[in-house]
Each structure stands twice: as C-alpha cells, then as structure tokens.
C-alpha cells in the first residue's frame, strides 16, 4: 500500500491566494499599459536623440516584468529536483501539499526529480534566450544595440 501525504488546507489558501494576487497584478498591468501607452510612446518619441535611450529603457522594464517570474520558477524547481533527488521521495519530506498525494518513491521518484531539474533547465534556457532577444530588439527602432 502507498503512502498518501494529507492535503494542507493553509497551504491551498495560500496558493489560491497567490493566484488571485498574480491574476489582479496581471489585469492591473494590462490595464495600466492600455491606459498609458500613448503618453509612454510620446514620452519615447519626444526627443529625436534621446529616443533610442527611451526605447532601451522601456524595453528593459518590459524585460524585467516578463523574465523575473520565469527566473524564480526555474530556481523553485530545480531546488525541488534537487531536494526529491536526495530524498529519492516525490513528493519530498517537508513539502505540504495542496491536495491529498501519493508518495512515489525509489527509481520513479528520481525519473520525476531529474525531470523536474530537466524542466528548470529548460526554463533557465527559455530565460536567456528571450532576454537575449529583447536585447537585441531595440535594434529594430533604427537604435544600435550595445
């Protein structure tokens, strides 16, 4: 017979919280980017020699907003991979959970943990390679990309 991990109810809360949150921050950026993007356009339009410098500037915020998420889900899991690694127990000691879980361990346990680690990976590289494309795209301005 399998162990089951019980189902937390305040980390369930909690998680439907950070969804909520997550969602209005969302909404309030859409929001906020449809109410200012004219004056943030002639903001970036207004002096000819400063424009490229502008768009550089607006374009690495938008970098920040976009890639910072994706960074810090990339590390949340690798440390999971790591941790279900060494307990060769998904899901591993300690982690509460949002719903009652089977406990797997053994071989599948470490499939599911260098799967994990396989997925921070590839959202480790998904982070360079936009980040290098949002570098490279003020260059599509007639600005010359540093």
């Known amino acids: ?30 929001a906020g980017f449809e109410r200012y993007h004219i004056p943030l356009r002639d903001w970036m339009l207004a002096e000819p020699g400063a424009s490229a410098q502008q768009v550089k500037l607006a374009l690495l915020l938008l970098a ?18 790591e941790r279900v690694l060494r307990a060769r127990e998904f899901p591993p000691p300690g982690l509460r959970v949002i719903r009652d879980t089977g406990v797997i361990r053994g071989e599948r346990a470490v499939t599911r943990g260098r799967l994990l680690k396989l997925l921070a990976l590839g959202s480790g590289i998904a982070f360079v390679g936009l980040g290098l494309l949002l570098w490279r795209l003020p260059s599509l301005f007639g600005g010359r990309a540093d």
Do not use: E, H, N, Q
């Open 64 to 81: 920040a907003l976009l890639l910072a998420p994706l960074v810090v889900f990339a590390a949340y899991v690798w440390s999971l991979g």
């Open 1 to 30: 017979m399998t162990d089951v991990r019980k189902a937390d109810p305040a980390v369930r809360r909690r998680a439907i919280l950070f969804l909520l949150v997550g969602t209005c921050v969302g909404a309030l950026l859409i």
